[in-house]
């Protein structure tokens, strides 16, 4: 059915066929379907294919409002934006009706005055499933009246008495009628706010201040907390925990391989960039393992979680400085390199916070992480390899040194000095143009250093190793 060809009328609407559902009705019967056909449910979503999304399609089956139990950047606005796809393309609603109110069986006091002398020629128009989302953040200045409704002084002062339905403006979830509203922080909502919503979930209506109004609203309640707010501190009522039919746990990614796929989904991409970038598997691995590392860190508040955005960062980071050093240096490719990681001091210290208050222990803490990240990814692949003709060059007396602001043909003339680096390069670099040859080299120096193979130290901004 094309826009063109959609009915215009109640009357045309009930001859073309049409049978009224309700959102969970519909929303279940589109997942069906795409869950029949093989279709994504939730596409962009990683790391939740057999924990977090199962259990979404057995809420929505269920027609279960939600609510998405997690720590900061899990996904679970992102989730409760999508669920949106799950609607029909279009609904046919009453022209003009601020609740979107079905044609066939209106709810409102306007829209049943106009079935009444209208008829079927109750003009209709078509709502795209787009309109049919509504999503508040909440904060502590939110009222009733902004969510629910309240007397519209206007209407008021234009001559209708204060007993007509007619005078009351309707808040966000009225106006989301037929369509999916979402709350997120739902503890940070006042207990007031909270009471509130008790009709809506149990009973399917609203009640309007002292008004003898009810509108049987047709909405899928979604919201999502922080599980220390919604369990430990109180925050919540306990009559509106139980309303909620189904409390899903997301969860950060729990593999590395995840973690790398969301961050070259999120990460910023900017086309006309003048310098060609590339990335090494390894550097990946390494930004990845610092966050996973740091969610298992007994220094790092984990109520308050590490998210994903911290390896999102990260690498923008560190590629960022790739970059600036090939403009500097006049390099045509940039390659993040070991001597990039302390720049991610910047993107990391403001989204972690420590256990104490010691400012002085965050970077100590983070250079740790960073230790044992490059030491874990290194074992990792060179777990059995052999270093003894790299070692004894250096037992010889021979010295490395390396910098961030450091050409990469400078660095591939060193590494011919040193028996076997080549070969130990070519183990990790998949290209052999310099500036990868050169971040490959740091990564095997560092990697013998953590292992205590090598010694190490800084001399004005260059690192040596002897």
Partial sequence: ??????????????????????????????????????????????????????????????????????????????????????????????????????????????????????????????????????????????????????????????????????????????????????????????????????????????????????????????????????????????????????????????TIEDEIAIVEQERRRFPDSEVEEYVPQYMKEIIAEITHLARRSPEINQRSGVSVRVSIANYETVLSNAIRRAVILGEKLAVPRISDLPYIMSSTCGKIELEGFEDAREEKTLDQLMKRAVLSTFNRYYRSYNFDDIVSRFNEGFSFETSDTMAAEKYLRQAKGIGGMMQAVKVVAESERPEVMASAVEFILEGLHLNRKLNKEQVKGKTIYK
């Avoid at 109750?122 to 502590?140: C, Q, S, V």
């Avoid at 109180?234 to 909620?244: A, N, Q, V």
Wanted: with cysteine; aromatic share 6%.
């Fill in 1 to 254: 059915m094309t826009k063109y060809s959609r009915p215009k009328t109640l009357g045309e609407l009930k001859a073309s066929g049409y049978k009224p559902q309700t959102v969970r009705e519909e929303m279940r019967r589109n997942l069906i379907a795409m869950i029949r056909e093989g279709k994504p449910i939730f596409p962009g979503i990683i790391g939740y294919d057999e924990t977090v999304i199962p259990q979404i399609e057995n809420a929505i089956i269920s027609g279960q409002d939600i609510i998405f139990l997690g720590e900061r950047g899990q996904a679970k606005s992102r989730i409760m934006r999508l669920m949106v796809n799950l609607l029909d393309e279009v609904i046919p609603y009453v022209k003009g009706c601020e609740i979107n109110d079905e044609p066939t069986a209106p709810i409102c006091k306007r829209c049943r005055d106009k079935l009444v002398k209208e008829g079927d020629s109750l003009e209709i128009d078509w709502l795209p499933r787009e309109e049919r989302y509504g999503e508040k953040l909440a904060t502590p200045d939110i009222t009733v009246a902004d969510l629910i409704g309240d007397i519209d002084p206007i209407k008021v002062a234009e001559g209708r008495y204060l007993s007509d339905e007619l005078t009351i403006h309707y808040g966000l979830i009225p106006r989301t009628n037929r369509g999916i509203f979402c709350i997120n922080e739902l503890p940070d909502l006042s207990e007031k706010l909270q009471v509130s919503l008790f009709n809506l979930m149990e009973e399917g209506d609203i009640q309007i201040r002292g008004y003898r109004v009810r509108l049987p609203l047709d909405i899928l309640l979604v919201a999502s907390a922080n599980p220390e707010d919604y369990t430990s501190r109180g925050r919540i009522i306990t009559p509106l925990k139980d309303r909620y039919g189904a409390q899903i746990r997301t969860h950060y990614p729990t």
